[in-house]
């Protein structure tokens, strides 16, 4: 059983920047695919980024792309989300996941809890 725990999250204004994270429990983290998804206030949860288990294929939503960059620490089991220009439509809880397969997988196994992302304009 993997545990995530995503931290990071906050208030910041239109242009800015945040830098999310998310800790895994499990020593095999390595052996994972990690994905970071979002869920704004009445909308679905959506893809928003992914990265091989290790971390040379990645990703992107084309409503990130070229403005979030996923990366990971395997010594350290942890997965990042780098946020910039960050605009108000990308408020949301913000959630990392982990999944057993090639970066496209779309079924992830183990969820973290989440954390709150608001842009201000």
């Known amino acids: 059983q993997v545990q995530l725990v995503e931290s990071g999250g906050g208030l910041v204004q239109a242009g800015g920047s945040l830098r999310l994270s998310c800790a895994a429990s499990?020593?095999?983290?390595?052996?994972?695919?990690m994905g970071w998804f979002r869920q704004a206030p009445g909308k679905e949860r959506e893809f928003v980024a992914a990265?091989?288990?290790?971390?040379?294929?990645?990703r992107y939503a084309d409503s990130v792309k070229g403005r979030f960059i996923i990366s990971r620490d395997n010594a350290k089991n942890t997965v990042f989300l780098h946020m910039n220009s960050l605009k108000p439509e990308d408020t949301a809880i913000y959630y990392c996941?982990?999944?057993?397969?090639?970066?496209?997988?779309?079924?992830?196994?183990?969820w973290g809890q989440g954390t709150q992302v608001t842009v201000s304009s």
């Open positions: 990265i091989s288990w290790n971390g040379l294929d990645t």
């Open positions: 499990e020593r095999s983290f390595s052996f994972y695919t």
């Open positions: 996941a982990a999944a057993r397969g090639l970066v496209t997988i779309t079924q992830y196994n183990y």
